[in-house]
């Protein structure tokens, strides 16, 4: 009697422990219908470059992939590119692709449009033009990645750098400057 007890109290524990190393994320699903980092990566990493722009709040971002895991990434008014790194991990169905410094690249649309944790839940089939949505976490809204090349990018940063430094200058004068101090200025520009 008491060897059936220390049985089912062996069982028990051990369904117990079992239970507990369970990864639920991975139940229910089967190989087919769950989405693969490794897929991901290939259309990522699979245009030109590695290069995908997106038109976003108004405005072009710019990213490029890099296979060491690395992402560059730029947009149609930052001064500068800003560099991160790129994880990519199994969600459920979905993957989990975080963009390291993504909210530096964003930051300037304000923090409603802020993320650096994207969920990809799809991929285009096979014939189909890559695209990728990338849908944030933390803010809900979709960023929508078009391939691109490298030349394209660089046309617009160059473009971009051409705006900048086409800009005027204004000059704001205090009230202890005169106008004949002003007139002199002025005068000499010409």
Known sequence: MMKKVLFALAVLCTSFWSCNTLDLNDVGYGEGDRLKASSVKEILY??????????????????????????????????MAVEGKTS????????????????????????????????????????????????????????????????YIDGKVASKADSNSSRKTYWIISPSVTLPAILSVIMAWY
């Open 88 to 151: 990519f991990s199994a969600k459920g169905k979905e993957v989990a692709l975080d963009i390291e410094n993504c909210d530096v690249h964003l930051q300037n649309l304000g923090s409603e449009f802020v993320d650096t944790k994207f969920v990809v839940s799809e991929i285009p089939a096979e014939g189909e033009a890559p695209q990728l949505n990338l849908y944030g976490e933390s803010t809900g809204n979709t960023i929508e990645l078009q391939p691109t090349t490298q030349a």
């Open 46 to 79: 699979g245009t030109a470059d590695g290069c995908w722009k997106a038109d976003y709040q108004g405005h072009e971002f710019y990213f490029q992939f890099h296979e060491d895991g690395t992402v560059t990434l730029d947009s149609d008014f930052l001064e």
